[in-house]
């Protein structure tokens, strides 16, 4: 998984695309008006039929459904702001300036080193006591 | 030719592959030696040479081609089993009709096409680290260093620069740290002291009030300005969802708005990706220092349990037979011996 920073430019980039989208959506699927009372809409779906149909065209989606989709895209927005937001709370080390990072560094750098030395150590003792397990295994005669 | 292909064709059904490969072989050249076609530059003395020569054109260049299994001819030349797949081609008896001249024009240019490699090879100086390689450069450091008794630790020195290596040696010498600060890696130049670009160079708005230094001051003021940015997207885009359902010509001021905010977003990320370094690093050495911390404890957990089970046998021996620690044991079981012997005799 990708470290926190480059999650929240991640999902900083998802919002601009659903930004686009959904600005997309509305743009493609909103509902036709008449300006005035003796307007029709007219009917492009079967003239076009079979031919080339625009990019540009509005496909209008049924009323509930348009609503639906509407409604969906919103809360996928503020379901991504919430994210974006938990994401800078969790930021790693927000409390810490690069002198108290330094100092901690150095701290467990010499922490390391010591637990090192202690674990080369045990390891030594292992040795030796395995060394005598043996022995003590090899003078067992099996009657 | 024709002859030729009849002959492999022959072949019993149980062979194996390379002993088809080394039957045509045989065959091929057999057939290369007897018949006068195979160029207009061969001379009777040396077809084989040429053909060799020939064949081995075409190897290089299908150096790239799937199959890399050497065989051994019998004139001691490596081919590759591709070459001579592309000698005998899917369908001989077509080719039996056409001459070898155009035969041979047909391999060059096959492997031309299938050439583009999803990767590009390794730098040829991996080779040069074989097992005799880094031993023998091993014991000339060992030879050149001045304290021969302390370890080498190549985390946090350089090894001794020898400067006269043998040619197979050479690669096996770490390059001298960057000291400019420039390096390449696959092609590009990289500068280490890349300083990241400030808004004002880039002709972007600066939206917030830089923390008085980026890497000094506390930087939980950072978290609030992004959380303002991030919540000045979302009412800019509600913006320009109302600009666009009342006049869509107008969206380009509050597009450029949204863009700006983007960019500064990233902008103070980025800024803060040397902390953030740091900070990973600290979070790393704290595992670090668990799994340490843990070996050491179940190594010496594991230590005291045999101790303690020394400890009983000793015990145990001493109860048997009242003898002196240690030797217990040992001489308890030679009685136990020389009492089998008696029994048996």
């Not at chain 1, 600005?23 to 036709?32: P, R």
């Not at chain 2, 056409?98 to 730098?123: D, H, I, N, V, Y």
């Not at chain 2, 005799?132 to 946090?156: G, M, W, Y």
Request: with cysteine.
């Amino acid at each position: 998984m990708a470290d926190r920073l480059t999650q929240l430019q991640d999902a900083v980039d998802q919002l601009a695309n659903q930004f686009v989208a959904s600005i997309y959506y509305v743009n493609k699927h909103h509902d036709l008006q008449t300006l005035s009372a003796t307007d029709s809409v007219r009917d492009t779906k079967k003239e076009n039929e079979g031919a080339q149909r625009d990019p540009q065209d509005v496909e209008p989606l049924p009323a509930q459904q348009f609503k639906d989709g509407q409604r969906e895209l919103a809360q996928d927005l503020i379901t991504k702001e919430q994210q974006i937001e938990f994401l800078i709370s969790v930021l790693p080390g927000l409390e810490n300036s690069e002198k108290d990072q330094e100092r901690m560094i150095k701290q467990l750098e010499e922490d390391l080193k010591v637990a090192e030395e202690q674990r080369k150590q045990a390891l030594k003792e292992k040795e030796a006591v395995l060394a005598r397990l043996e022995g003590v295994l090899r003078n067992v005669k099996r009657p | 030719m024709r002859m030729f292909w009849w002959n492999l064709l022959q072949l019993p059904s149980s062979v194996s592959a390379s002993e088809v490969l080394h039957f045509s072989l045989a065959k091929f050249w057999a057939w290369a030696l007897s018949s006068g076609t195979l160029g207009t530059t061969t001379s009777p003395q040396q077809p084989r040479s040429h053909l060799n020569k020939q064949l081995e054109f075409t190897t290089s260049r299908s150096n790239r081609r799937l199959l890399y299994t050497y065989i051994q001819c019998s004139s001691k030349r490596t081919i590759r089993i591709s070459s001579i797949i592309s000698i005998f081609p899917i369908e001989p008896p077509h080719l039996a009709q056409t001459s070898t001249g155009t035969e041979l024009q047909k391999m060059e240019e096959q492997p031309e096409a299938r050439l583009a490699a999803s990767f590009p090879a390794p730098p040829p100086f991996w080779q040069s680290f074989t097992e005799e390689n880094t031993t023998l450069i091993s014991s000339l450091r060992a030879s050149q260093s001045v304290e021969p008794s302390k370890e080498f630790d190549p985390s946090t020195t350089l090894p001794p620069r020898i400067l006269d290596l043998p040619a197979e040696l050479r690669y096996l010498q770490p390059p001298e740290p960057p000291a400019e600060g420039v390096y390449r890696c696959f092609g590009d130049a990289y500068d280490l002291n890349n300083p990241l670009p400030s808004l004002e160079e880039q002709d972007i708005q600066q939206l917030y009030i830089p923390p008085s230094s980026p890497n000094a001051g506390k930087h939980s003021d950072r978290a609030l300005i992004l959380k303002r940015i991030a919540k000045s997207l979302l009412l800019n885009f509600i913006e320009l969802v109302g600009i666009m359902s009342i006049n869509p010509e107008h969206y380009a001021e509050k597009i450029q708005d949204l863009r700006t905010l983007f960019i500064n977003f990233h902008h103070l990320l980025n800024e803060y990706r040397p902390h953030q370094a740091r900070e990973s690093l600290i979070l790393m050495m704290q595992d670090q220092l668990e799994k340490s911390r843990a070996e050491t404890k179940g190594i010496m957990e594991m230590k005291e349990k045999v101790e303690g089970i020394l400890e009983g046998l000793t015990k145990t021996g001493l109860g048997d037979e009242g003898k002196g620690m240690g030797g217990g044991m040992v001489e308890g079981g030679v009685d136990v011996w020389e009492e089998l012997e008696r029994e048996f005799c």
